[in-house]
């Protein structure tokens, strides 16, 4: 297979490799255990190094799409539809003590710096009371670091802005309501179920396998909402594979429901690529879901909800008059940082510090 690569292009030459592969695996040309070319056919044919060749087989090998066998090159282990109860294998982590959870240390420096920054040029505007979805400055540099780190197209009008996931959580219960029955990883992050359970939502625990949730579970659970981490979940570490993403959309979509997707650690991947989130996937279905507490500070309670479309006005009718959580002035702040491309220059050193094993503890 030929892949035509362009040298004018922003895109990195193996990301525009990596983009023609998947969508060739994605699209069946290269199904299930097929044999790929060869690093080597493969960069004589699309005019390419070896070394780019490589590098766009290292990232489709760490999203799950191909693995490397020794001695006999790369394989499609992706998935589309021939999911059965032994696709998902038991995990080998144990996960009676969870590991410590692992974030980036945000240099204090340019925290101060741009607070200083606000309260000069800002002013009195910190003091003033908060739209109740957020600050429209602080949800259009939101929706712009989202198309440029991860593709999506989103208005800031599908933005909600909260003081950290569990007050994110509780939104959405009240949002898709009691008709529904959730769907949690088991094990989880404590604090989902516990504000669900406190909503009076009925809640099934799904077991996690190797890749994600067992698609055993998956296939006897009578929920129609799932909420997941597709990255690192906590406190098992686990990434749901290609294969595995795919099958939960199609879950959902064979249910009528909703996707809630939790993804706290997503930016601190060690991929030479940003992870993609399942909303870009399917925007209708998907709640997307982050908080900044793992990426500045524990101490900074902000996170944001980006809803489907078709779920803006029933969020406006229902819960539109709820104010705020966070104020003016961290909320400014924020913006400041996403907006000067000081979030993202932070978000990229600690990516590569994980990649060459000098991962940052707070």
């Not at 945000?106 to 739209?131: C, H, N, Q």
């Not at 516990?194 to 579970?217: F, K």
């Not at 907006?339 to 993202?344: L, Q, R, T, V």
Request: hydrophobic share 40%; charged share 20%; net charge neutral.
């Amino acid at each position: 297979m030929t892949y035509t690569i362009d040298p004018n292009s922003a895109t990195p030459a193996y990301l525009q490799l990596y983009y023609a592969i998947r969508a060739d695996i994605i699209g069946g040309v290269y199904p299930c255990n097929a044999r790929l070319p060869s690093k080597r056919l493969l960069a004589e044919e699309s005019g390419v190094s070896v070394i780019t060749a490589e590098h766009a087989y290292a990232i489709l090998a760490e999203e799950g799409y191909i693995e490397p066998r020794r001695r006999s090159g790369y394989f499609v282990i992706y998935r589309s539809d021939d999911f059965s109860a032994a696709a998902s294998l038991p995990m080998s982590t144990p996960t009676g003590s969870a590991p410590e959870r692992r974030a980036g240390e945000f240099p204090f420096s340019v925290l101060a710096k741009t607070m200083r920054r606000v309260l000069t040029d800002y002013g009195e505007r910190i003091l003033i009371k908060s739209p109740n979805h957020g600050c429209l400055e602080l949800r259009q540099a939101i929706a712009a670091y989202l198309a440029r780190m991860g593709g999506l197209k989103i208005r800031p009008e599908q933005i909600v802005v909260g003081a950290g996931a569990e007050y994110l959580y509780s939104l959405i219960a009240q949002l898709l309501g009691k008709s529904h029955t959730f769907a949690l990883e088991s094990p989880s992050y404590e604090k989902i179920r516990r504000v669900y359970a406190a909503c009076g939502l009925d809640i099934e625990l799904l077991p996690m396998g190797a890749d994600g949730i067992l698609s055993s579970a998956l296939e006897q659970s009578r929920a129609t909402v799932l909420h997941t981490t597709p990255f690192h979940s906590f406190p098992t570490g686990v990434t749901a594979d290609a294969s595995k993403r795919s099958e939960y959309l199609r879950w959902v979509r064979a249910r009528n429901g909703f996707l809630i997707e939790d993804n706290f650690d997503s930016e601190l991947t060690v991929s030479r690529k940003a992870e993609e989130p399942l909303f870009g996937s399917a925007p209708d279905i998907v709640l997307y879901l982050n908080t900044f507490s793992h990426t500045i500070a524990p101490s900074l309670r902000m996170g944001y909800l980006v809803l489907p479309e078709g779920l803006c006005a029933p969020f406006e009718e229902m819960l539109g008059f709820y104010s705020c959580t966070v104020p003016m002035f961290e909320q400014f702040v924020l913006a400041e940082l996403l907006n000067s491309g000081d979030f993202e220059r932070h978000i990229n050193r600690v990516r590569r510090a994980r990649r060459k094993g000098g991962d940052l503890v707070i």
